[in-house]
């Protein structure tokens, strides 16, 4: 199934940080925090302003982005867990970031 978020919407794939410290203590799953950073899946064409044009947003698929920690709504799409925030809600780009990895 495709999903197209809508106005200054945009979807967000969680990205999982390492289980370990870097003094290579593992840290177990209750002690985590959801992560704040994240992949941009799908945007939405952008919002319109008084005069009916639309801006588009700065935000693209495939970007590495930062959030805040209550941003979003979690939703289950295709067994996928994703994140759909407004634009606004996204802190910065993160520049130079590592692709994510596909799930095997």
């Known amino acids: 199934m495709k999903f197209r978020p ?5 979807v967000v794939k ?3 940080e390492d289980t ?3 003094g290579g ?8 925090e959801k992560p704040q950073q994240g992949e941009v899946v799908a945007v939405g064409p952008g919002v ?3 005069n ?4 588009a947003l700065d935000v693209k698929a495939g970007d590495r982005v930062l ?3 209550w941003s979003g709504t979690e939703v289950k799409i295709d067994g996928q867990d994703l994140l759909i925030m407004k634009e606004s809600d996204i802190l910065g780009i993160l ?3 590592a692709k994510t990895k596909a799930a095997a």
């Open 6 to 10: 809508l106005h200054d919407r945009v």
């Open 25 to 32: 203590i593992i840290i177990p799953d209750t002690a985590k």
């Open 20 to 22: 370990k410290t870097s």
């Open 48 to 50: 319109r302003d008084e």
């Open 14 to 16: 969680r990205i999982e």
């Open 52 to 55: 009916g044009k639309i801006n």
């Open 67 to 69: 959030f805040g920690k």
């Open 95 to 97: 520049e130079g970031a």
